[in-house]
């Protein structure tokens, strides 16, 4: 491994864009266009689409870009980042959005929903009984990351261990739940016998 590079003694530094002073006037004439061409592209909330253009606007004050196709940069950026936005709000479900029309109460008093629970509570118990690292991918997979995406959060891993462990994980996963529909047909037959 190479040690890192020093900078040589009279380089010059990377030098960060300087603002033209033109932004106010950019903002005014395109804020109102970026936006309805955003909400067009793509099908998210107005919050969603009013939080990507404002990112938009604040990458453009960094990066400086040229301001010949200036409204096509920034929708560009604009779409990018709210596509990125309503797929990480897909991924994260709220607890609210589970509420049934009435009210915690009456989704545990509802008899099906005491099975469900019970139904819940074995896969958790299956989840807790594989490996850590196992465990974590699936885990990971079932929020909705890509393999891609939980390689890179699980320690920059390849592509392939992370496929690997998911494909045992699910296999571990796969014979528990036969093992366990196995035991409990046998405990009814013990039932049934008089």
Not at 6 to 21: K, M, Q, S, W
Not at 73 to 98: G, K
Request: with cysteine; glycine share 4%; net charge neutral.
């Amino acid at each position: 491994m190479q040690p890192p590079t020093e900078p040589t003694p009279g380089a010059v530094p990377e030098r960060r864009p300087v603002p033209r002073g033109d932004e106010d006037e950019l903002y005014r004439r395109h804020h109102r266009e970026l936006y309805r061409a955003v909400a067009h592209a793509v099908n998210a909330p107005r919050e969603l689409i009013e939080d990507a253009c404002q990112t938009a606007w604040a990458i453009m004050l960094r990066a400086q870009p040229e301001r010949i196709s200036i409204l096509g940069w920034l929708y560009v950026v604009a779409t990018r980042e709210a596509f990125r936005l309503r797929d990480r709000d897909r991924r994260h479900l709220h607890l609210e959005a589970m509420l049934p029309a009435g009210s915690w109460d009456a989704l545990i008093a509802d008899a099906f929903s005491i099975d469900d629970i019970l139904e819940v509570r074995e896969a958790l118990e299956i989840l807790a009984s594989l490996p850590d690292r196992q465990r974590a991918d699936l885990t990971l997979l079932v929020a909705g990351f890509s393999y891609v995406e939980i390689a890179e959060l699980t320690g920059g891993r390849t592509y392939t261990n992370v496929n690997k462990h998911i494909a045992k994980a699910r296999a571990r996963v796969r014979l528990a739940r036969l093992s366990d529909s196995a035991d409990s047909g046998r405990t009814r037959a013990r039932r049934d016998v008089p």
